[in-house]
T-cell receptor, first 113, second 112 residues
Framework: AQSVSQHNHHVILSEAASLELGCNYSYGGTVNLFWYVQYPGQHLQLLLKYFSGDPLVKGIKGFEAEFIKSKFSFNLRKPSVQWSDTAEYFCAVNSPGTYKYIFGTGTRLKVLA | DAMVIQNPRYQVTQFGKPVTLSCSQTLNHNVMYWYQQKSSQAPKLLFHYYDKDFNNEADTPDNFQSRRPNTSFCFLDIRSPGLGDAAMYLC???????????FGPGTRLTVT
């Protein structure tokens, strides 16, 4: 069965610091990969996705993620965080041909002004 | 705006008293999902529909049932809620396996 691991449960950064959140998945076949964000009091929103092509994908609000197949990883990055990036971030995976999306446990990011 | 709507946003029920949560969508997506999310945990897939085809997760308790009478609506029925069923219930939709899924705001269920 597929699983998704996010090892950083809580991250605290100062504004302008660089961000990298880890995501690893267990499935050995082809996968589609996603990052979702949940701002305080809001619902989960898609941040970016990868399903083929360039392994470095860019999403909204300056976020990007890199798919490294050999490491089963899809880490999320942002060069310079803002206070407004304070949120919970979830990595998710599904397999082509299925509609099941499996989520990681999330990383709570707090950005200090 | 096209969206996923969940009603009610907050639901309080008594231990053992059946409860139904509702979800509707204006996105016209084929796939609809119910996830359960407890504090500090990953959203856990309970079941999903591809059109009218129902797909139950193996570890979803029998206490949880779902209905999808048409493309736009989907319901989650909890037949005999226990204290452990208190959680946020998220409805979501999807158009294609590469499109990602679109979440509603959730219904927070409290069991007293």
């Amino acid at each position: 069965a597929q699983s998704v691991s996010q090892h950083n449960h809580h991250v605290i950064l100062s504004e302008a610091a660089s961000l990298e959140l880890g995501c690893n998945y267990s499935y050995g076949g082809t996968v589609n990969l996603f990052w979702y964000v949940q701002y305080p009091g809001q619902h989960l929103q898609l941040l970016l996705k990868y399903f083929s092509g360039d392994p470095l994908v860019k999403g909204i609000k300056g976020f990007e993620a890199e798919f490294i197949k050999s490491k089963f990883s899809f880490n999320l990055r942002k060069p310079s965080v803002q206070w407004s990036d304070t949120a919970e971030y979830f990595c998710a995976v599904n397999s082509p041909g299925t509609y099941k999306y499996i989520f990681g446990t999330g990383t709570r990011l707090k950005v200090l002004a | 705006d096209a969206m996923v709507i969940q009603n009610p946003r907050y639901q309080v029920t008594q231990f053992g008293k059946p409860v139904t949560l509702s979800c509707s969508q204006t996105l016209n997506h084929n796939v609809m999902y119910w996830y359960q999310q407890k504090s500090s945990q990953a959203p856990k897939l309970l079941f999903h529909y591809y059109d009218k085809d129902f797909n139950n997760e193996a570890d979803t308790p029998d206490n949880f049932q779902s209905r999808r009478p048409n493309t736009s609506f989907c319901f989650l029925d909890i037949r005999s809620p226990g204290l452990g069923d208190a959680a946020m219930y998220l409805c979501a939709t999807s158009r294609a396996e590469t499109s990602g899924i679109y979440f509603g705001p959730g219904t927070r269920l409290t069991v007293t």
